[in-house]
T-cell receptor
Framework: GAVVSQHPSWVICKSGTSVKIECRSLDFQATTMFWYRQFPKQSLMLMATSNEGSKATYEQGVEKDKFLINHASLTLSTLTVTSAHPEDSSFYIC??????????FGSGTRLTVV | DAKTTQPTSMDCAEGRAANLPCNHSTISGNEYVYWYRQIHSQGPQYIIHGLKNNETNEMASLIITEDRKSSTLILPHATLRDTAVYYCIVRAPTGANSKLTFGKGITLSVRP
């Protein structure tokens, strides 16, 4: 089945620094990838839709200059949290797939900003 | 806005069937019903999906009412490892409604 690898699984960074999270589709080509954020005891919130070769589409209220998304190939999308602050601490999850194969989720990245 | 409503929580005994309901009264003709589950601190796991016919796989069965306004996910023999948050999602195959939008889900607790 479709496998999505997300890296790193957890990261701790200092306030003001930037963090990059990678999402890879290992055995299929993903034209579309989604990025979610999940705070404790809450549901997943869609942040943006990443389309290979074009700009990402951000959901309302998500700052595109703070959460930079790059989908340069059919197997890799990256989310960079720029100038991270403690309130950005969260569980970030990516999802990849196609209309035909459906969507598979990565294992998530727990970001802690100190 | 989530297009589905689910109870907040339910529990069942290990070895018994777990029936998880979901209402999606505003579902459109081209929208599928998807079920995912999330075990604590992990990414969501796909369970099953269907359009209008009942579906079964190695994990579960999906029963969709004839009017498609509600569905039930059935875990035939629940185990402790099935304790998780289960999300019912409606999604179109293409277009603006093809995004997977999560509601609050239902927390299933399987007791020994």
């Amino acid at each position: 089945g479709a496998v999505v690898s997300q890296h790193p699984s957890w990261v701790i960074c200092k306030s003001g620094t930037s963090v990059k999270i990678e999402c890879r589709s290992l055995d299929f080509q993903a034209t579309t990838m989604f990025w979610y954020r999940q705070f404790p005891k809450q549901s997943l919130m869609l942040m943006a839709t990443s389309n290979e070769g074009s700009k990402a589409t951000y959901e309302q209220g998500v700052e595109k200059d703070k959460f930079l998304i790059n989908h340069a190939s059919l197997t890799l999308s990256t989310l960079t949290v720029t100038s991270a602050h403690p309130e950005d601490s969260s569980f970030y999850i990516c999802s990849a797939g196609t209309v035909v194969t459906g969507y598979t989720f990565g294992s998530g990245t727990r970001l802690t900003v100190v | 806005d989530a297009k589905t409503t689910q109870p907040t929580s339910m529990d069942c005994a290990e070895g018994r069937a777990a029936n998880l309901p979901c209402n999606h009264s505003t579902i459109s003709g081209n929208e599928y019903v998807y079920w995912y589950r999330q075990i604590h601190s992990q990414g969501p796991q796909y369970i099953i999906h269907g359009l209008k016919n009942n579906e079964t796989n190695e994990m579960a069965s999906l029963i969709i009412t004839e009017d498609r306004k509600s569905s039930t996910l059935i875990l035939p023999h629940a185990t402790l490892r099935d304790t998780a948050v289960y999300y019912c999602i409606v999604r179109a195959p293409t277009g603006a409604n093809s995004k997977l939008t999560f509601g609050k889900g239902i927390t299933l607790s399987v007791r020994p």
